[in-house]
Every structure is written in structure tokens, then in C-alpha cells.
């Protein structure tokens, strides 16, 4: 079956340190996001990418890196210079087509501290 | 700039009680809207979405109709299910944008109770 697979589901970091969330997708989609999802705020887009090797910034970019070297894989660095990186983070993916439907992955909960 | 308001929840409901979440987005132009459930633990699902005014979103039981007079897209069920109880997210795609970013509420816990 086709879909996203983020891994791990759950990963725990010390503060200060660079990590990384993969996300993989098989389902031939374009384009790619990261959102992040925290307790009442709803999900706040981080990064997209609507094509391999172009990438724009998001709402909430500052902190984060991404890189799309392959149209499969999107991964997610949250970096030390991350003020408040304990979040839930979800990766989704879409055909690229205007108001195609985003189709997401089952999260990673990541902790810092 | 573009936003949605939810209704805050948590709602609860009795089985088979009838259902609604409140929606309003502010926007310039026509935006697609759209409706995501997500269960506990997992990634959202989209439910239904509308892309022009006037129409009707539909799945599963679940109903929303795009309002653009009132600007709403607020979401319905006849009656409920326990298996229904999860957290909603109303959501609009950026008018006259050449990509599906979303922007989404804060989203509505429903809890069912048998």
C-alpha cells in the first residue's frame, strides 16, 4: 500500500543537540511538507517543497533545516537553534495538483531535555 | 492575512446525538476548504473537503457545505458514533496559491460517549 512513513515514533534528545526526522514517501507525490502540531495552536507548516531540490520556508522555519534530494524523501533537522523543539511532528505529501488532498504521515513526538 | 476559527472544544455527545463544529475562515479571494480527522496516536485523514461556493463536502456520514455569505464551512453528523471521537480540523487552502499549503485551526476534540 501506498503512504508516508515517518520514523522513529518517538525520539528523545538532549537539549543542544541536532536531530534529524525522516519522512519517505511511495506514493509518486511532488510535493512535500512539514508541519509542526502543538496543544491548541492546530498545525503550523515548517518547510514545503513542490519539486527534488527546491525548498521554501514556512510559517515557523527558524530552527529547522530540510533538504529533497530524492522525490521520496523530505527529512527534518531540528537544530540547538530550535528555542522550543518539543513538539509533534507531522509530514505530509500531495500530488501538486491545486486542492489535491494532503496526505500525512503518522507523526514523530519528539522530546528535548 | 488567511485564517480559520474552529469552536474550542472538547465536545462531548451521547451515541447517536447530532453533531456540529462551528468553522469560519477569513480570507482574500475563493479558498478550497477542507475538513481532517485525526485519531489519537496518528496522522490526519482528510474527510471532505468543497472547492467553490455553495458546495457540499460529504463522507462517511459527515457533511459541510461552503458558505461563502456567512463565510463557514461548518461540519455535521446525523448522529454519532463512538468510533467518531477524534479531533477535527477545519482547514483552507491559500486562494490563488500555486501550491496546497493549508492553513489550519486549531482543531475540536469530539469525545463520544456510549
Known amino acids: 500500500d501506498g503512504g508516508i512513513t515517518q520514523s522513529p515514533k518517538y525520539l528523545f534528545r538532549k537539549e543542544g543537540q541536532n536531530v534529524t526526522l525522516s519522512c519517505e514517501q511511495n506514493?509518486?507525490?511532488?510535493?512535500m511538507y512539514w508541519y509542526r502540531q502543538d496543544p491548541g495552536q492546530g498545525l503550523r507548516l515548517i518547510y514545503y517543497?513542490?519539486?527534488?531540490?527546491?525548498?521554501q520556508k514556512g510559517d515557523i522555519a527558524e530552527g529547522y533545516s530540510v533538504s529533497r534530494e530524492k522525490k521520496e524523501s523530505f527529512p527534518l533537522t531540528v537544530t540547538s537553534a530550535q528555542k522550543n523543539p518539543t513538539a509533534f511532528y507531522l509530514c505530509?505529501?500531495?500530488?501538486?495538483?491545486?486542492?489535491?488532498?494532503?496526505?500525512f504521515g503518522n507523526g514523530t513526538r519528539l522530546t528535548v531535555t | 492575512g488567511n485564517s480559520v476559527t474552529q469552536m474550542e472544544g472538547p465536545v462531548t455527545l451521547s451515541e447517536e446525538a447530532f453533531l456540529t463544529i462551528n468553522c469560519t475562515y477569513t480570507a482574500t479571494g475563493y479558498p478550497s476548504l477542507f475538513w481532517y480527522v485525526q485519531y489519537p496516536g496518528e496522522g490526519l485523514q482528510l474527510l471532505l473537503k468543497a472547492t467553490k461556493a455553495d458546495d457540499k463536502g460529504s463522507n462517511k456520514g459527515f457533511e459541510a457545505t461552503y458558505r461563502k455569505e456567512t463565510t463557514s464551512f461548518h461540519l455535521e453528523k446525523g448522529s454519532v458514533q463512538v468510533s467518531d471521537s477524534a479531533v477535527y480540523f477545519c482547514?483552507?487552502?491559500?486562494?490563488?496559491?500555486?501550491?496546497?499549503?493549508?492553513?489550519f485551526g486549531t482543531g475540536t476534540l469530539l469525545a463520544v460517549q456510549p
Open positions: 506514493l509518486n507525490h511532488d510535493a
Open positions: 482547514a483552507l487552502s491559500e486562494p490563488g496559491g500555486a501550491t496546497n499549503k493549508l492553513i
Open positions: 505530509a505529501s500531495s500530488a501538486g495538483v491545486l486542492n489535491s488532498p494532503l496526505h
Open positions: 517543497s513542490q519539486i527534488v531540490n527546491d525548498f
